[in-house]
């Protein structure tokens, strides 16, 4: 089995420290969750694989037995996880019959899929559902576990909202203003625009608050991010910038063009992926992973296995153990159907 860079949650840079990430209430009472994401981790260590079934992302069927592809020297992993947006769905959100029949062949042979996103579970579901998927999903750049077989939500971290403010207050100070949005808490949290933020896609269904006053409920709610955008600089300049000034009260991610989040320290895609898969029985070191932006970079870490999509960017090919094509052109089938045939 490769073993790439894979160390266990050590390896995923988040630091699994409570930084004010407050208690959301997380849905899955029985599971005594703390909120935070250390809390998290802890109340489903040890669950096992028997307590939900990793993603059936294809069509519905039995999903094999952990393990059985290594014992039978077939697929080299135990959990296939991908990002959406840009990896596993295509330019049209859809998901490509090939890759559909890739996943279920991984599946088939020990590996089942794993949909890992910075997408907040409101505008996952959809997605899920399309793929008659019933498994784990890791949402919200991992603050939120969901049991889509079950509409559970097992897990739920949220972004102190002081904390979020005050980072807003010094990101503003230097650059000027921000326009903002959030993504509220929660199996049907909306996601609520502030004056000035452009909605870059149409299926992040939004409530737009066009004036100050009304921009002022942004905080009346729990919410799980903040996202912000800069009339003047880019994504890629707009992350650094942030993060150098309020990384130390925040976490700082760009998940794509246009889309620069703000979430609860210590809080990335690892987070959720590392709870998820100790419930699936599953370690780092059985585990590939699929992604495109920078968001995706914990998750490779923790992995034993990352693949960068063509049209990643820079900073998660530099990272990646190799690239693939492009979300478009099958570059998550190309992958797993080589892995397959050995």
């Not at 010094?170 to 049907?188: K, Q």
């Amino acid at each position: 089995m490769p073993t790439g860079r894979g160390t266990g949650p050590a390896g995923t840079g988040a630091e699994r420290t409570d930084t004010g990430a407050g208690a959301a209430g997380a849905a899955d009472a029985e599971a005594g969750l703390a909120g935070t994401a250390a809390g998290a981790e802890a109340g489903l260590a040890g669950t096992g694989a028997g307590a939900a079934g990793a993603g059936r992302a294809p069509v519905p069927g039995q999903v094999s037995a952990p393990g059985r592809a290594r014992e039978t020297g077939g697929f080299p992993y135990r959990l296939v996880a991908t990002d959406l947006d840009g990896t596993l769905l295509r330019s049209d959100d859809t998901v490509s019959p090939r890759t559909r029949a890739a996943l279920l062949a991984a599946a088939e042979a020990g590996a089942p899929h794993i949909v890992v996103t910075g997408r907040a579970v409101p505008w996952t579901k959809k997605v899920l559902e399309e793929l008659d998927y019933q498994g784990l999903a890791v949402c919200a750049q991992g603050a939120q576990v969901y049991d889509a077989g079950s509409g559970r939500l097992l897990t739920s971290v949220t972004l102190e909202r002081g904390l979020a403010r005050r980072a807003i207050e010094l990101i503003e100070d230097v650059t000027g203003p921000l326009a903002l949005a959030v993504s509220r808490d929660g199996l049907d949290g909306d996601v609520l625009t502030g004056p000035g933020y452009e909605t870059l896609s149409d299926a992040l269904a939004s409530i737009r608050l066009d004036d100050a006053d009304r921009a002022a409920a942004l905080w009346e709610q729990p919410i799980n991010k903040v996202y912000i955008q800069h009339a003047a600089l880019d994504s890629t300049a707009l992350a650094a910038v942030a993060q150098s000034i309020a990384g130390q009260l925040v976490g700082v991610v760009m998940a794509g063009e246009g889309v620069v989040e703000l979430l609860p320290l210590g809080l990335t895609k690892a987070t959720g992926l590392s709870i998820a898969a100790r419930r699936l029985g599953v370690k780092p070191a059985e585990t590939i992973a699929f992604g495109d932006m920078p968001n995706d970079i914990p998750m490779f870490h923790w992995a034993a296995y990352g693949v960068a999509m063509a049209e990643a960017h820079e900073s998660l090919k530099a990272l990646a153990d190799e690239t693939t094509l492009s979300h478009d052109a099958d570059g998550i089938a190309t992958v797993l159907e080589r892995l397959l045939s050995h």
